[in-house]
């Protein structure tokens, strides 16, 4: 398996609502990725997972929350969002976090926040 | 922290021509340099990519050069097709054992006329 999944596709939720994405790879990949990527824009890095643990984290508001239960899962767990929030969210993965890893790209949940 | 700089924003061709995207980048440790095409609505997908110890790299009709010394890359695409209309964006990494720190450049939007 060399795929990269999400779920949900699409997600629309209120600005009260408790959401989560997922995240998930089979691919034995130790290192773990979440973007968010606004229309016409590249994506952003928000959080890095490097062996289940969180590393890098790129001051995103603590409204997105990440998890990550094992080495093939990652969530985003949203709350309170903001309409500005609306936007692709995109899961990654690559082999380790050395130098010059590949990074594989799921399809993203694209999110709109009323 | 890297900036990555991309031109043209925009890039028209006829079908059969040749396309030139070029990326400079600021941080002198990044030390991969991957090119991802993006169809409207669809992940990222890894067209090809290039390491810092190689000059340039070639997949069929792909090809990227890389000048380290001037801190800039370019993607080469000939006897462009219809197909390859979409927005590509390159980037810049550097890894160690907290991550791989991904910056996207803007975008190129390669539109290939028939």
């Known amino acids: 398996d060399t795929e990269v999944t999400q779920t949900p596709k699409h997600l629309v939720m209120g600005m009260t609502n408790k959401k989560s994405l997922k995240c998930e790879q089979h691919?034995?990949?130790?290192?773990m990725y979440w973007y968010k990527q606004k229309a016409k824009k590249p994506p952003e890095l928000m959080f890095v997972?490097?062996?289940?643990?969180?590393?890098i984290n790129e001051s995103v508001p603590s409204r997105f929350s990440p998890e990550c239960p094992n080495s093939s899962l990652l969530n985003l767990h949203l709350h309170a969002l903001q309409p500005e929030d609306s936007a692709l969210y995109l899961c990654a993965s690559s082999q380790g976090t050395a130098s010059q890893e590949t990074q594989y790209f799921g399809p993203g949940t694209r999110l709109l926040v009323l | 922290g890297e900036n990555v700089e991309q031109h043209p924003s925009t890039l028209s061709v006829q079908e059969g021509d040749s396309a030139v995207i070029k990326c400079t980048y600021s941080d002198s440790a990044s030390n991969y340099f991957p090119w991802y095409k993006q169809e409207l609505g669809k992940r990222p997908q890894l067209i090809i990519d290039i390491r810092s110890n190689v000059g340039e790299k070639k997949d069929q009709r792909i090809a990227v050069t890389l000048n380290k010394t001037a801190k800039h890359f370019s993607l080469h695409i000939t006897e462009t097709q219809p197909e390859d209309s979409a927005v590509y964006f390159c980037?810049?990494?550097?890894?160690?054992?907290?991550?791989?720190?991904?910056?996207f450049g803007p975008g190129t939007r390669l539109s290939v006329l028939p």
């Open positions: 980037a810049a990494s550097y890894g160690d054992n907290y991550g791989q720190n991904f910056v």
């Open positions: 691919m034995g990949h130790r290192a």
């Open positions: 997972y490097s062996y289940e643990k969180l590393s």
